[in-house]
């Protein structure tokens, strides 16, 4: 029986790259749906390489991106990003990609799904559908199509791309009934999460982009500037970070117990660890000084160490250093120009955040980042038929 085959684009955004869908070619019904996505990725997959399918075995390639045209007034296009678990039939729709995020825009046009310009820059109003937030993607534009090649360089990538900006607008959770929710779920910016097995020990916990968990290195025992190597392979170490993980996950109100954390949202909240700037070598072999950076900050994806940073969690990580009292706030040495710049494994990215006091609470108005994209291959996916 022959296989079934879906229009798609495979494509890199930031130092991410997943599988895009115009949402009209799969399922109507999310089962269905999801179903089919879980086949073209790969999952689940017990050796963890995805081999039968377009995943590569990280979380940073085992994503998935639907797109549409908005019926919005205020958007342009719509789009919803699912994590595809690695070795679990699970996709994640509880949070957005930032860094997928870049190619949403280049993707529509591609797709002619909104109208640009043919030279100069098309500025898009993107509607984030996981979380009901807007972004703004300005996209440079060459005879008559999206500039992918350029100067641009991202640490984390290999090569120059063209730079894709993003405006994350108001990307703070809105506060829901009940007095819950909101950018500081718990109403405070600082919080002890009691482990089991372990001490309590001090978070920030943050929804801004993505839920989110800052808390100092030395508190698990780390320095800051770890890499890769250095933590993915404690299986000790990962174990507590999880128990963490979704302790503030149920401290956040985003599950009733831990477990289902574990088992149900892999991809959000997300975690991470951050400590004063120090110089460290990068992944790439390159040499990272202090006075190139503001801070540390590692995050962990879907289990392991991320190699570089994924782009929701840069932007909590860049509003939680705007406001006094948070975890990030402590050991962050801000730049004059009101961007930080992190050391992460990778190397570095600058970021930052407008934020504001509006009575008794904080508000981010917007996070700008700089990030870049381009197409990997064109064409169709498939699928064996049922």
């Given at each position: 029986?022959?296989?079934?085959?879906?229009?798609?684009?495979?494509?890199?955004?930031?130092?991410?790259?997943?599988?895009?869908?115009?949402?009209?070619?799969?399922?109507?019904?999310?089962?269905?749906?999801?179903?089919?996505?879980?086949?073209?990725?790969?999952?689940?997959?017990?050796?963890?390489?995805?081999?039968?399918?377009?995943?590569?075995?990280?979380?940073?390639?085992?994503?998935?991106?639907?797109?549409?045209?908005?019926?919005?007034?205020?958007?342009?296009?719509?789009?919803?990003?699912?994590?595809?678990?690695?070795?679990?039939?699970?996709?994640?729709?509880?949070?957005?990609?930032?860094?997928?995020?870049?190619?949403?825009?280049?993707?529509?046009?591609?797709?002619?799904?909104?109208?640009?310009?043919?030279?100069?820059?098309?500025?898009?109003?993107?509607?984030?559908?996981?979380?009901?937030?807007?972004?703004?993607?300005?996209?440079?534009?060459?005879?008559?199509?999206?500039?992918?090649?350029?100067?641009?360089?991202?640490?984390?990538?290999?090569?120059?791309?063209?730079?894709?900006?993003?405006?994350?607008?108001?990307?703070?959770?809105?506060?829901?009934?009940?007095?819950?929710?909101?950018?500081?779920?718990?109403?405070?910016?600082?919080?002890?999460?009691?482990?089991?097995?372990?001490?309590?020990?001090?978070?920030?916990l943050i929804d801004s982009g993505i839920p989110m968990i800052f808390v100092e290195a030395g508190a698990f025992g780390?320095?800051?500037?770890?890499?890769?190597?250095?933590?993915?392979?404690?299986?000790?170490?990962?174990?507590?970070?999880?128990?963490?993980?979704?302790?503030?996950?149920?401290?956040?109100?985003?599950?009733?117990?831990?477990?289902?954390?574990?088992?149900?949202?892999?991809?959000?909240?997300?975690?991470?660890?951050?400590?004063?700037?120090?110089?460290?070598?990068?992944?790439?072999?390159?040499?990272?000084?202090?006075?190139?950076?503001?801070?540390?900050?590692?995050?962990?994806?879907?289990?392991?160490?991320?190699?570089?940073?994924?782009?929701?969690?840069?932007?909590?990580?860049?509003?939680?250093?705007?406001?006094?009292?948070?975890?990030?706030?402590?050991?962050?040495?801000?730049?004059?120009?009101?961007?930080?710049?992190?050391?992460?494994?990778?190397?570095?990215?600058a970021i930052g955040a407008t934020v504001a006091r509006d009575g008794e609470r904080w508000v981010v108005t917007r996070?700008?980042?700089?990030?870049?994209?381009?197409?990997?291959?064109?064409?169709?996916?498939?699928?064996?038929?049922?």
């Amino acid at each position: 029986m022959a296989q079934r085959r879906i229009p798609a684009l495979y494509m890199r955004g930031g130092t991410s790259k997943g599988v895009f869908f115009v949402d009209k070619d799969l399922p109507a019904s999310p089962v269905e749906r999801d179903r089919w996505l879980l086949r073209v990725i790969g999952s689940p997959d017990p050796y963890g390489k995805q081999i039968d399918g377009m995943g590569a075995g990280t979380s940073s390639t085992s994503k998935v991106v639907l797109v549409a045209k908005s019926a919005r007034t205020d958007a342009d296009v719509d789009f919803l990003f699912g994590a595809v678990a690695v070795d679990r039939p699970v996709i994640d729709w509880s949070g957005n990609c930032g860094n997928l995020s870049a190619a949403v825009g280049p993707f529509a046009i591609h797709r002619g799904l909104v109208d640009a310009p043919a030279t100069g820059a098309a500025v898009l109003r993107l509607w984030q559908a996981n979380i009901g937030k807007r972004i703004v993607a300005t996209i440079p534009m060459q005879d008559g199509g999206v500039q992918e090649d350029g100067h641009f360089m991202l640490d984390g990538v290999a090569f120059p791309a063209a730079e894709v900006r993003l405006e994350f607008l108001d990307p703070g959770a809105d506060d829901a009934p009940g007095g819950r929710g909101g950018l500081f779920p718990t109403g405070r910016v600082l919080d002890r999460l009691a482990v089991p097995g372990s001490a309590p020990l001090e978070a920030t916990l943050i929804d801004s982009g993505i839920p989110m968990i800052f808390v100092e290195a030395g508190a698990f025992g780390l320095r800051g500037d770890e890499s890769q190597a250095d933590v993915s392979g404690n299986v000790d170490l990962l174990a507590r970070v999880e128990a963490v993980r979704a302790q503030g996950a149920v401290a956040m109100g985003l599950v009733e117990r831990a477990g289902d954390a574990t088992a149900r949202r892999p991809h959000s909240p997300k975690i991470a660890f951050v400590a004063p700037p120090s110089g460290y070598v990068a992944s790439d072999g390159r040499r990272i000084d202090p006075g190139q950076i503001d801070l540390l900050a590692r995050a962990f994806s879907m289990g392991p160490l991320h190699h570089a940073i994924p782009g929701t969690a840069a932007v909590a990580l860049a509003t939680a250093a705007a406001i006094p009292g948070t975890i990030v706030h402590r050991v962050v040495r801000p730049g004059a120009d009101g961007m930080i710049r992190l050391g992460h494994p990778s190397g570095t990215l600058a970021i930052g955040a407008t934020v504001a006091r509006d009575g008794e609470r904080w508000v981010v108005t917007r996070v700008v980042v700089s990030r870049s994209a381009r197409r990997l291959m064109e064409g169709w996916v498939f699928l064996p038929q049922d």
